[in-house]
């Protein structure tokens, strides 16, 4: 399970941590930290390559967690749960790959090289690590989301930040 996590601890502050305002508070907060995470989690299917069967694409979720109210603490998680997510996004060791009938690799050789059986010649060729050179590197999508969503994921957390002070600054609780 290939994860891109988000941590969100906001410091104890008597003022801000009691009764209403503390509920306030965790309330814009997650929020915040769910619309950071549906942007991340739109750019990552946006960067996922799809192969055959669009899995790794289709696979990112979203979660959020509240570790402890007092301090806030959130944890926000982009999770995808195939299991060849992360080599695909950071690369890999050559190693065999399943390629039996079948399998993901014999269904993209099918729909690519118009034969299943040349699944076995591209597992060869990824156990030589000879599929690009003498390397196989990965496409660096989380790498990549992370740098076009820093400014936009900024810019909701400093929203959230201006609504949590012209409420509680107009005498709201």
Do not use: C
């Amino acid at each position: 399970m290939w994860m891109m996590r988000w941590r969100l601890r906001l410091p104890t502050i008597p003022l801000l941590q009691a009764g209403q305002r503390a509920e306030v508070l965790e309330q814009t907060m997650t929020t915040a930290l769910r619309a950071a995470l549906a942007m991340t989690d739109a750019e990552l299917v946006k960067r996922t390559p799809v192969g055959v069967s669009g899995r790794a694409s289709s696979a990112w979720t979203q979660r959020v967690e509240i570790v402890s109210s007092r301090p806030l603490n959130l944890l926000g998680q982009n999770v995808n749960i195939t299991p060849y997510a992360l080599p695909l996004d950071a690369g890999q060791t050559p190693h065999w790959p399943p390629w039996g009938p079948g399998s993901d690799l014999a269904l993209w050789a099918k729909r690519k090289l118009g034969d299943e059986k040349a699944a076995f010649l591209v597992a060869r060729s990824i156990a030589r690590g000879t599929t690009r050179g003498t390397a196989i590197t990965g496409v660096q999508m989380v790498q990549q989301t992370l740098a076009a969503t820093r400014q936009p994921i900024l810019a909701v957390f400093h929203a959230a930040r201006r609504h949590l002070a012209r409420r509680w600054m107009g005498g709201g609780a």
